[in-house]
């Protein structure tokens, strides 16, 4: 791994650090430095900051107001990630506040795939034959035919979407579109504008800036910007949420507080595994139940299919590995015994194992289904769409989901590292930690852990701070966790002494012996254990001096 040292001064204050650890995330001037410590409450952000315009917000508005003085049915067709579920719940309750008559539709993954298509709409409108208006959230922008079909049965479309847009003009003159933010963001600050033009208290937008707070994190959407302000609110909200569902969900994950990491790693996956293995619309209803016992029903359900999920993930994954997986370019896997709805988690483990782009394909006899996660500098959509042998299929240029005929997946395979050799360069495949500069042990002290807590919420375009410090002298090191795969470590510069965790260490445990001089790359954190609060260095990586 290559240690990218983004400032090289020799530290000597935590006043002089801090300031660097602003300049690295490009907060310089006094005005960017308010707006990162202090972001603006969403509540009063202007949505031309969030990309969108004033004449298509009206638009959406005004066609929302018809849908409810007509007395027209509608009904809001979401996604099955958790960025989808958590913009479904925030349209459908403010929908209902208003007074509209609407239900969400969740696709299934496996019957009705991603985004809306036009035997969907056929299904809608022979379920709902009042249908006549249907709002897409965190889907629609390439949904051609889809919203086409919906048209030719008299059925209006608003498109509420982040996602890359096609080439092709959609058929409906209602359509929300930014980039900057997720879906989930996008449905708030619609929310946010109709429930204004309605007059609806507050509290209302404020309380569902928890969810918008999920999906940001899960669509790993940049914390930076309005972003940025999105979650640092709606994390409050969620730390005092009154939702049954959510408290359900944090009482069987066994969690109390929560932040960034928890979204990430606890609270998304466990919604995204109802639409993984399930129907995401169990999901749904647990983020919007009013009914404590089926909060914890359905809570209890979601925790054993995260189980499932993670229990699958790890059979996809051990099945690749022993696969012919190359030395260079796009990783492409296929196979009929992938699980269609962990072929992206599957993806995302290969990537960070090999750090290259990664393609994973659950192959069927005629049509298969292709999930693509990729690395910094290459865009993964792009070269989908360069390659041109898909049959439908969106994303960002990180991840992409799409389909291909079965007979074409070894022509794909050799087309898009075609297409790799003229994009990806040795130093791109080479991974990097990104180190904000390095310091001496006598800077770390509890005055800094809380000096630190302004970076908050930390993530995609704002990290955790890294540093480095060299020559530090090991006092002992033991394996721990299951197949010793991590080492505790306990370090010593001058005077200070610090205990740290290397999580995914094991296999250097043997290389280190006592006295021994190391550097390391870290992140300093508060551990709490049993009551007790100590700093605790985790290593990012580590060298031999």
């Known amino acids: 791994m290559k240690w990218e040292i983004l400032d090289q001064s020799k530290v000597e204050s935590q006043k002089e650090l801090i300031s660097i650890l ?12 308010k707006e990162f410590l202090e972001p603006t409450n969403p509540l009063e952000i202007e949505i031309k900051e969030v990309g969108l315009t004033d004449t298509s917000i009206k638009r959406a508005i005004e066609r929302v107001k018809k849908a409810k003085k007509n007395h027209e049915f509608v009904v809001i067709y979401g996604d099955y990630d958790a960025d989808g579920i958590t913009a479904s719940a925030i349209l459908w309750e403010t929908l209902h506040e208003v007074g509209l008559d609407v239900l969400p539709f969740i696709p299934d993954r496996f019957e009705d ?23 897409t959230i965190d889907n629609g922008i390439v949904a051609y035919d889809g919203i086409k079909k919906a048209k030719e049965l008299g059925i209006d479309t608003i498109v509420i979407d982040h996602h890359q847009k096609g080439t092709k003009k959609l058929l409906t003159p209602y359509v929300l579109h930014a ?22 208290p507050i509290s209302l937008s404020r309380s569902k800036l928890e969810l918008a707070a999920i999906g940001t994190i899960a669509d790993q959407m940049l914390l930076t910007g309005v972003n940025r302000a999105v979650v640092k609110f709606g994390l409050v909200e969620l730390n005092k949420t009154k939702r049954p ?59 054993k299919t995260n189980t499932d999920r993670q229990k699958i993930v790890d059979e996809v994954v051990t099945h690749a590995l022993e ?37 994973v394909i659950s192959k069927g006899k005629e049509v298969s289904k292709a999930s693509a996660r990729s690395i910094s500098g290459f865009n993964i959509i792009e070269a989908v769409r360069s390659v041109n042998l898909h049959i439908e299929g969106g994303g960002h240029p990180m991840a992409a989901g799409f389909s291909i005929e079965s007979v074409k997946i070894e022509k ?28 001496n042990f006598k800077l ?20 955790q701070p890294v540093f480095e410090t060299k020559g530090i002298n090991l006092v002992e090191a033991k394996p721990v966790g299951r197949d010793a795969k991590h080492i505790k470590i306990k370090l010593k510069q001058d005077e200070q002494i610090f205990d740290s965790i290397y999580f995914g260490g094991g296999e250097i445990y043997s290389k280190l012996s006592p006295d021994a001089k190391i550097d390391i790359v870290y992140n300093v954190e508060e551990n709490v254990w049993n009551g007790y609060i100590n700093i605790q260095l985790r290593i990012r990586d580590l060298k031999l001096a």
């Open 113 to 135: 795939g991603y985004g809306i298509k036009s035997q969907t709409v056929e299904k809608l409108k022979t379920k709902f034959p009042n249908l006549s208006l249907i709002i």
């Open 412 to 439: 794909f395979t050799k087309e898009i590292n075609k297409y790799a050799k003229t994009i990806l360069t040795n130093e791109m495949l080479e991974k990097k930690v990104k180190v904000d500069c390095e310091i």
């Open 323 to 359: 696969s012919n997986i190359g030395e260079s370019g796009v990783i492409v896997l296929a196979s009929e015994v992938y699980h269609e709805g962990v072929i992206g988690l599957a993806a995302a483990k290969l990537v960070e194992k090999f750090y290259r782009p990664a393609v």
């Open 245 to 303: 569902g959510l408290l359900s969900l944090y009482k069987d994950a066994g969690i109390k507080e929560i932040g960034p990491y928890e979204i990430g790693f606890v609270i998304a996956p466990r919604i995204n595994s109802m639409g993984r293995l399930k129907n995401g619309l169990e999901s749904l209803r647990l983020l919007c139940t009013k009914d404590k016992v089926r909060a914890m029903r359905i809570s209890i359900d979601i925790g």
């Open 22 to 33: 602003l300049k690295n995330r490009g907060v310089e001037m006094a005005r960017e430095k």
């Open 444 to 463: 770390i002290d509890n005055v800094l852990i809380d000096s630190l807590k302004i970076f908050e919420p930390v993530g995609l375009g704002n990290p």
């Open 179 to 200: 980039t900057s933010i997720c879906g989930s963001a996008l449905a708030w600050f619609f929310s946010r504008e109709l429930s204004k033009s309605y007059k609806l």
